[in-house]
């Protein structure tokens, strides 16, 4: 157990429908990230929240939002939902200080299938 | 564009062997270089490096960051089939962007 925690480890949905995926980060760890890894596009960064503050946006769609609240944990939103958005999602968590040691860990994924 | 590439994208060795996976980049701020390994789920943490020339070591794993030709090579001594995984490269520029490679499948055969 890496300490990052993600729900729910599968979903199926059809589409058009929006789904919610959770990511509740290492304790202490402030800053989440969202990775979404699809098998013709590796690992692709969409977006990172540091304390509640989105940080930086990577190749994330409009039709997908994220956000990270008071307790530290975040969702991501993913709406309209197209064939092409199956993939698996991660979330992944860092402390800051100590990332040249522990790197950022990830959590075991949300496998979404859009069908 | 940015980008990341890996090689080679697969490799299959017997137990005890050596490999070196390599892992160039193009991407504009970096900040630093980043080693996973991922077997069935999450990736999981190997290395991050900064400094070029400096080697990481942990076990049987090394890792050397070349900044002025802009890839990085990541070594695994006498192989085991424990080993075998897809091993990602990530680069993070300033900014707190990353961009990984497509990664490595390596297997390990007895």
Not at chain 1, 25 to 48: A, E, K, N
Not at chain 2, 27 to 45: C, D, G, I, M
Not at chain 2, 76 to 99: H, K, M, P, W
Request: aromatic share 10%; hydrophobic share 30%; net charge neutral.
């Amino acid at each position: 157990d890496s300490g990052v925690t993600q729900t729910p480890k599968h979903l199926i949905t059809a589409t058009g429908q929006r789904v919610t995926l959770r990511c509740s980060p290492r304790s202490g760890d402030l800053s989440v990230y969202w990775y979404q890894q699809s098998l013709d596009q590796g690992l692709q960064f969409l977006i990172q929240y540091y304390n509640g503050e989105e940080r930086a946006k990577g190749n994330i769609l409009e039709r997908f939002s994220a956000q990270q609240f008071p307790d530290l944990h975040s969702e991501l939103n993913l709406s309209s939902l197209e064939l092409g958005d199956s993939a698996l999602y991660f979330c992944a968590s860092t402390r800051g200080g100590d990332r040249i040691n522990y790197g950022y860990t990830f959590g075991s994924g949300t496998r979404l299938t859009v069908v | 564009e940015d980008k990341v590439v890996q090689s080679p994208l697969s490799l299959v060795v017997h137990e005890g062997d050596t490999v070196t996976l390599n892992c160039s980049y193009e991407v504009t701020n970096f900040r630093s270089l980043l080693w996973y390994k991922q077997e069935k789920k999450a990736p999981t943490f190997l290395f991050m490096l900064t400094s070029s020339g400096i080697e990481k070591k942990s076990g049987r794993l090394s890792s050397i960051l070349d900044k002025k030709e802009l890839f990085s090579i990541l070594n695994i001594t006498a192989t085991q089939t424990g080993d075998s995984a897809v091993y990602l490269c990530a680069v993070e520029r300033t900014g707190n962007q990353f961009y990984f490679g497509t990664g490595t499948s390596l297997t390990v055969i007895p």
